[in-house]
């Protein structure tokens, strides 16, 4: 089972999001991908009922920016493998700023991200991670809302993939689409290699 987590007012039709799922169906792996809610306390929830009853070594989760954010929390909670995209490491700096209500960047849905929310995301803070072979960083220097290096220093003795430029999106993630699902057991491909 893979999980996809997406990022911060974003949803399942994010580029990322759609790339491994027309994938995943293509192999026919089993996946989801499901619109997380404002509450990183509820989405925490819903992740957890998505994937209950089933064993942590047939869990791959997939999180992009503040969904890399809750993939690490499930990870080192489950026990299982997680992938992570340009993932937040301190959305409690990054998203005071954002309080209030707004839109989903792929729809005109409001997302009303209340000030409560923060103690929720200190509560799923994950210091340091315990067992980094679990772990495959893919991070972007040219991320133009997150630290690529906060990243790298985050997620120390994981597979890591660097990728010179790019933006916090990943915008060539297609490239990159088989040596992620390749960490998570899918293809024929490689395991990735560890990067600078």
């Known amino acids: 089972m893979i999980l996809y987590l997406h990022g911060f007012r974003s949803s399942p039709l994010s580029m990322k999001a759609r790339l491994v799922s027309e994938r995943l169906l293509a192999l026919g792996v089993e996946h989801l991908c499901p ?19 089933t064993p942590a070594d047939q869990v791959q989760l997939i999180g992009s920016s503040l969904g890399g954010y809750y993939a690490t929390f499930l990870a080192e909670r489950l026990g299982c493998r997680a992938v992570l995209l340009n993932p937040a490491i301190h959305p409690l700096q990054d998203l005071e700023r954002h309080v209030g209500v707004g839109t989903q960047f792929h ?50 003795g994981a597979q890591q993939r660097v990728i010179a430029g790019s933006d916090h999106g990943i915008a060539e993630f297609a490239d990159y689409l088989p040596e992620v699902l390749a960490f998570c057991g899918v293809g024929n491909d490689s395991a990735p290699a560890t990067t600078g």
């Open 107 to 156: 729809t005109d849905h409001p997302f009303d991200f209340k000030r409560e929310y923060i103690a929720q995301l200190s509560a799923i803070a994950v210091k340091h991670i315990t067992q980094p072979q679990r772990y495959f960083l893919l991070a972007a220097t040219g991320d133009e809302v997150l630290d690529y290096r906060a990243m790298v220093a985050h997620y120390p």
């Open 35 to 53: 619109q997380l809610p404002a509450s990183p306390k509820e989405a925490i929830v819903l992740a957890l009922s998505l994937l209950e009853g």
